[in-house]
């Protein structure tokens, strides 16, 4: 038989699982309308809306947050689409045209600016506070196109607070971009144990029990080439700590 203090902690446990699981539902309710994709607009294209990657509302509710390589991919485009952010109403999605007010490619972190009635925003938490083993969330659009204009929400961990960039076992697996990041100040992000997907780039990281943003998911972990990040997911993500937005919000 077990004995009775490991019964009476198994019991507590037991009770408190429920509580946590209605307790980051409610939460998700709270944060929904808060997520928005971020894409583009262009009447003679089929479909005429489109979206690669997430975003989040902040301040005024006219301020949206998303990685700043989602915005470039943008910006790279010359088909004359307006960028701009697809809010979800009901069944149907609702486009705001939207123009960049800052990139921060050294932090991959960008701000938008939409026009209209202010959206839900959300409030930016205690980075710093974070350790390793607490348990978070991050809600976004996987998959982009592919899944649709609805909210998808994961559970994490966070597994290790660690550098934004660790150099390579070969010097054969260095390229342009790890270069330049290693030539930059090192900073730490948040590596987590969930599993995010392309379209997650720019998904608030957010505490399942306030619903306060941590930090804004922006990198994959690719096993091999990329195309394996939607094949076989490699279950590691990363995440800019909220930390990096607040100078610009104040």
Avoid: W
């Amino acid at each position: 038989m077990p004995k009775p203090r490991l019964s009476l902690l198994l019991l507590a446990l037991s009770l408190l699982l429920p509580a946590a699981a209605d307790e980051l539902s409610r939460t998700i309710e709270l944060v929904k309308p808060s997520v928005v994709g971020i894409g583009s607009y262009l009447k003679t294209r089929s479909p005429a809306l489109s979206f690669i990657g997430s975003g989040f509302v902040v301040e005024d509710g006219l301020t949206i947050v998303t990685a700043a390589h989602v915005v470039n991919d943008l910006l790279r485009t010359e088909s004359g689409d307006t960028m701009g952010v697809l809010v979800r109403d009901g069944d149907s999605a609702q486009f705001r045209a939207a123009t960049v007010t800052m990139i921060d490619k050294e932090h991959d972190l960008a701000r938008l600016r939409v026009r209209g009635a202010p959206l839900p925003a959300l409030k930016l938490g205690n980075s710093a506070s974070i350790q390793e083993g607490k348990s978070l969330a991050f809600m976004g659009f996987p998959l982009g196109m592919v899944l649709g204009l609805r909210q998808v929400t994961h559970r994490c961990t966070v597994s290790a607070i660690t550098p934004v960039a660790t150099p390579t076992i070969s010097s054969s697996k260095l390229d342009t971009k790890v270069l330049s990041q290693l030539q930059k100040s090192s900073y730490v992000v948040f590596q987590l144990d969930g599993t995010a997907y392309p379209g997650n780039s720019g998904s608030p990281l957010f505490d399942p029990d306030t619903g306060e943003v941590i930090g804004v998911v922006n990198m994959v972990f690719v096993k091999g080439v990329k195309e394996t990040a939607i094949s076989a997911p490699s279950g590691i993500a990363y995440a800019i700590p909220a930390s990096f937005l607040a100078p610009a919000t104040k």
